[in-house]
């Protein structure tokens, strides 16, 4: 059964980190694109970056230089480090799969998607 599991969400305040955790379970994860997105209520979701199967990344303009995607396949765990947090990064942060067709960093091209993370970045 495929499943993502994500972890590491919390409340932290404006400048500070955290490091998300995606564990996949189901399918090996070195085969896969896997994708971070972000939504709050209200809002379509919204990709945040990408690690692709040849280790490529990708990241949304408004989080580059300040998140970084990473894998560890011998875990089957994609991680997302997140530094210099601001309010508007609070949202409930998901992993999903890429189905491998269509662009990347839009939701409607992955089957697979964790439960999601809270994340609030308040003072």
């Known amino acids: 059964q495929v499943q993502l599991v994500e972890s590491g969400g919390g409340l932290v305040q404006p400048g500070g980190s955290l490091r998300l955790s995606c564990a996949a379970n189901?399918?090996?994860?070195?085969?896969?694109?896997i994708a971070w997105f972000r939504q709050v209520p209200g809002k379509e979701r919204e990709g945040v970056s990408c690690t692709r199967s040849t280790h490529n990344t990708a990241y949304a303009d408004s989080v580059k230089g300040r998140f970084t995607i990473s894998r560890d396949n011998a875990k089957n765990t994609v991680y997302l480090q997140m530094n210099s947090l601001k309010p508007e990064d609070t949202a409930v942060y998901y992993c999903?799969?890429?189905?491998?067709?269509?662009?990347?960093?839009?939701?409607?091209?992955?089957?697979?998607w964790g439960q999601g993370t809270q994340v609030t970045v308040a003072s």
């Open positions: 999903a799969r890429y189905t491998g067709w269509g662009p990347l960093l839009v939701a409607a091209q992955y089957d697979y």
């Open positions: 189901g399918f090996a994860l070195n085969y896969h694109t």
